[in-house]
């Protein structure tokens, strides 16, 4: 009898598991189904239109002509001011909250803040810049004004990352670094950072593969929609990929949907890149300790 | 040890940032030499340049920034315009906006740009924060847009509606809500309405002359958007469908949408290209503008544009589905420009 009674349930629980089993599975397939569509109807709309002048044109009001050479220079300019700027900051910060911080009030308030922080919407940092960057420190809207409004919109997502990292380097080599005689400045350049590294870079290079598919806060902060030069100093107009996409894809003739297909390609191709390097340094660095 | 890969790591990243950045001054240098073989004369003339400041031969090369900013539905004829002039000016470093008529004008009446694009002419209040800050701007017409109203290829029983019709369709305290409220021969069937957010110029100037400021419909049977595409969508396969947006995504669409007639009480009008720009298609034909700066004219290269915008509007215009105004209209603005140039 009794044995009869655990052989049901058993069959209960493994035709429960087997359920559970293909619900999860339906559930991955569900994001891979859509991100496969998305991908297959871009390809389909912007392989036709990807052409090495497509790289290298201006826009132009023709589509055989139009071009995205201004918004890819323009967006990897942005880049290149914002991650310094923004890595900088936030490894600093990071360092400073796990490492020296005194275990008070004051620095939870903080912690709570930058978590928060990171959920703000991005259109919010587009009015913050404006205010600040562009009309109270004189900066006008210029690439400097955009990439510092970007580096504060990332800069939340790079201190929780760096934490991360920092948190989880082992306590004892921490401790054996000190005993050894080791001031607390030696030990984090020395044992800390490089252990934090993969970590790190991993946060901000997905922190800055947000910034690069932003466009809210860069109108707001008057990046060009249309613009004929490439930025050559810090105080240049600018224009980034995603503002020519948007203007692209709000235009009446069809032929303008495929060039914006085509712009969708570009952009994800350089987000894969950035990811790919992200990717390598974890692999490169993982499982040191 | 361990402090030396983070070094030869950080050294990696930057080579790769310097790469990237080569490869972009690289492309940059191979569009200068291009540019320099279409102007040789670039150089000389710039250093003679500040001298010869009144005098405005074509041969002058023109170098500095000029600033636009304003209306999505003028962006179009815009940046044609900006193309042309860049193919013929290289030097002259042209930045072109699209953050909507309001958008454009908080810009233009603090004196940060050149050129304001507008969809609909500046208000009062926007005159007067232009006055408190000792900015003239000056209107000039571009070109002529005909709001159309649509419905689906697949709605048998509209052709033509009149200004009445429109506000019964469209106004809140109008309770029609079917098709046969409207007209008892059409179906019972309910309206579905498609309208431009309220953010954009298309909404106020449809607000301004067929609401006449009364607030519209709103709630299930309504949809907002600004992104005019996406009205087309939702009209086209509805056949109890009807909205409203500029002509040229009606022109782009006519083979799944069907245009209406709009009766003001003499006879019912289609828009076309000739009945927007005599007028005939009343009252939902739209010029579409855009404001001048008066201090900037003083900059020759934003002189220069303008004169070339009014040489050229007409045919950008037509270009992007707009209507050009007469020819004679044009040449008035360029000598209105000139006057204030002082040319």
Redesign the interface.
């Given at each position: 009898m009794q044995i009869h009674i655990s052989k049901s349930r058993m069959k209960r629980r493994i035709a429960l598991n087997s359920i559970f089993r293909i619900l999860f599975f339906l559930a991955t397939t569900i994001g891979l189904v859509f991100l496969s569509l998305l991908l297959i109807r871009i390809l389909n709309q912007g392989l036709g239109y990807l052409t090495i002048d497509f790289l290298?044109n201006?826009?132009?009001?023709y589509v055989e002509e139009a071009g995205m050479?201004a918004g890819i220079?323009g967006s990897?300019?942005l880049m290149?001011l914002t991650?310094p700027i923004a890595i900088i900051l936030g490894v600093s910060t990071a360092l400073y909250l796990e490492e020296y911080a005194p275990k008070n009030r004051f620095t939870n308030f903080i912690q709570v803040n930058v978590q928060n922080l990171a959920g703000v919407p991005s259109i919010v940092f587009g009015l913050l810049g404006l205010t600040f960057f562009v009309y109270l420190f004189q900066m006008?809207?210029t690439l400097i004004a955009g990439a510092l409004t970007m580096s504060l919109l990332i800069l939340p997502v790079i201190v929780v990352a760096a934490q991360e990292a920092i948190r989880s380097v082992p306590k004892e080599i921490k401790e054996a670094s000190i005993g050894m005689g080791a001031t607390k400045w030696q030990t984090i350049?020395?044992?800390v950072?490089?252990?934090a590294?993969p970590g790190i870079?991993t946060g901000s290079i997905l922190a800055l593969s947000r910034a690069i598919g932003e466009t809210a806060p860069l109108?707001i902060v008057?990046?060009?929609?249309?613009?004929?030069?490439?930025p050559d100093s810090m105080l240049s107009?600018y224009t980034v990929m995603p503002i020519q996409i948007y203007?692209w894809?709000?235009?009446?003739?069809?032929e303008w949907q495929f060039v914006a297909g085509a712009g969708i390609i570009v952009l994800l191709v350089i987000l894969l890149c950035m990811n790919a390097?992200a990717v390598w340094?974890r692999n490169k660095f993982q499982n040191r300790y | 040890m361990k402090s030396m890969k983070l070094l030869a790591l950080a050294a990696l990243f930057i080579l790769t940032i310097g790469l990237l950045a080569a490869c972009g001054t690289e492309n940059e240098t191979g569009q200068a030499d291009e540019n320099q073989e279409t102007d040789q004369t670039d150089e000389g003339t710039n250093a003679s340049e500040e001298n010869t400041e009144e005098n405005t031969e074509e041969t002058e090369e023109l170098s500095g920034e000029v600033l636009i900013d304003g209306s999505s539905t003028v962006f179009p004829i815009m940046e044609g315009l900006t193309y042309e002039y860049n193919q013929e000016n290289p030097s002259v470093e042209l930045s072109l906006n699209s953050s909507g008529s309001g958008g454009g004008f908080k810009k233009s009446t603090v004196g940060e740009i050149d050129l304001s694009n507008a969809s609909r002419p500046i208000k009062e209040e926007e005159i007067a924060i232009a006055e408190e800050n000792g900015i003239e701007l000056h209107e000039l017409e571009l070109a002529y847009d005909g709001l159309s109203v649509v419905v689906s290829q697949q709605n048998e029983f509209v052709e033509n509606l009149t200004v009445d019709q429109l506000k019964k369709i469209f106004l809140a305290d109008n309770d029609a809500t079917q098709w046969s409220d409207i007209n008892p021969e059409w179906p019972e069937e309910t309206i579905t309405i498609y309208s431009p957010g309220h953010d954009s110029g298309t909404f106020d100037y449809f607000n301004e002359v067929i609401l006449e400021e009364n607030p519209m419909k709103e709630g299930e049977n309504v949809t907002l958007s600004e992104d005019d595409n996406l009205l087309v969508q939702g009209i086209q396969n509805d056949p109890y469908a009807i909205g409203y947006f500029g002509y040229a995504y009606y022109a782009e669409n006519q083979d799944t949408l069907k245009v209406l007639g709009i009766d003001e009480g003499n006879g019912a009008i289609k828009p076309s290209g000739e009945t927007i720009q005599d007028g005939s298609y009343s009252p939902l034909s739209r010029p579409i503008f855009t404001y001048v700066n008066v201090a900037s004219l003083e900059k020759p290269q934003v002189y220069d544009f303008v004169e070339f915008t009014l040489n050229n509007a007409g045919s950008a215009a037509e270009h992007v589905g707009y209507v050009a105004l007469p020819d004679e209209k044009y040449q008035e603005q360029l000598d209105k420009i000139n006057e204030l140039a002082g040319k």
């Open positions: 290298r201006f826009p132009a009001p050479f220079i990897l300019f290149l991650a006008g809207y350049w020395r044992i950072l490089p252990a590294v870079l109108l008057g990046a060009a929609t249309a613009i004929y030069t490439i107009k203007s894809t709000s235009r009446p003739q069809e390097i340094i | -």
